[in-house]
């Protein structure tokens, strides 16, 4: 039995396949870099690259042209069609609010020149006794008349412009449509 037991304390030895990829490594990497090197060096690697980068800009042109074509035929939206809507949506919205401002001014400055006319000319004596102080009265009385009708189309204008306001304001809140007749109208105009 002690024989037994001695064979059993014998060493083992196993395979370290880490130690053999360890020394395949260091002995091929010199030869593989050298290799790599030349290769890279050469003009049909250069010519290579270069076909697959034309090939690849020409799959990107492919891919760009087949997308504005299916962007064009189907019936939706795109986002260059949704920004160009928004872009003059924004420049209308704008000359709106420059042209508001520039009529309210126009408007306080003639209900103030009007106020002024009325204090100046409201107390018309009882006794005109000449002639020609009675017809300047007179056109001062229709210019007051001529002076409040345009008040009142002016005070028109205002709620016109408020209404295209709010209108705009809906406009703009309301969502994008799902679709557009783009192919209709293409076949209306051939």
Known sequence: MSDEIKQDDSKVVMFNPFNVW??????SEAALTAITRKAVETTMFANSVDVILNSYLQYLKLQNEVSNYIAETLPFSSHRDTARVAKMLTALENKIDRLDEELFTDIYDLKEDTAAIL?????????????????????????IKNTEALVEKITALELAIEEIKASLLELKAKPKPQATTRKSQKTATE
């Not at 360890?22 to 002995?27: A, I, P, R, T």
């Open 119 to 143: 204090e100046r000319f409201a107390p018309v004596p009882a006794s005109i006794s000449d002639e020609a102080d009675a017809g300047r009265v007179e056109q001062i009385d229709q210019h």
């Open 22 to 27: 360890k020394n395949v490594y260091f002995s």
